[in-house]
């Protein structure tokens, strides 16, 4: 009750999750518009307990596994909750969606879905498609078509109403 005390000094809205100790982080990148696909899954391994900003961007000691080591069967269920999580977002061109996955129950708890992901040389993002048979100069074009496909959607809207 003390936390909720606490957190209700900033905002009204607070959002109380159950914590997963040693999660694992699962992320799926995807890519499309109306009809988007799902890269194969990456797992990224802390050397410490928490992902920081620090060993992601200064130190680099995480471990990036691609594929993630699951099952087919969780790597598939991975892949099809992602492309889900996208399109109800309402998604367009790219995105990764990140999932914790319980390693004592192996309950998959979305965590986020990134609008805007990373394209560094440590990103996820791009060696993810890699992996998936989408090398990094097809990606860029196919990004662009995707955008100039979103581009003459939005052209087709109307955006004044006259009486």
């Known amino acids: 009750m003390e936390g909720l005390k ?5 905002d009204r ?4 999750e159950k914590g997963v100790e040693k999660a694992r982080e699962i992320e799926v ?15 990224v391994v802390p050397k410490d ?3 920081t900003y620090r060993e992601k961007y200064i130190s680099d000691t995480a471990e990036l596994l691609i594929p993630a080591n699951i099952s087919d069967e969780m790597a598939n269920r991975v892949q099809m909750l992602a492309l889900k999580a996208y399109k109800a977002a309402d998604c367009a061109g790219m995105g990764r969606v990140d999932f914790l996955i319980d390693p004592e129950t192996d309950e998959l708890y979305l965590n986020e879905i990134n609008t805007i992901p990373g394209f560094t ?5 791009p060696k993810l498609w890699e992996a998936s048979d989408i090398p990094y100069p097809q990606l860029i074009e196919k990004l662009i ?6 581009k003459a959607q939005r052209d087709k809207t109307e955006r004044e109403f006259r009486s």
């Open 13 to 16: 809205r607070i959002v109380v």
């Open 6 to 10: 606490f957190a209700s000094k900033y």
């Open 29 to 43: 990148s995807v890519l499309g518009n109306e009809y988007p696909t799902a890269s194969i899954p990456g797992e």
């Open 145 to 150: 078509d995707l955008a100039l496909e979103r």
């Open 49 to 51: 307990i928490f992902y």
């Open 121 to 125: 040389k440590i990103s996820m993002y």
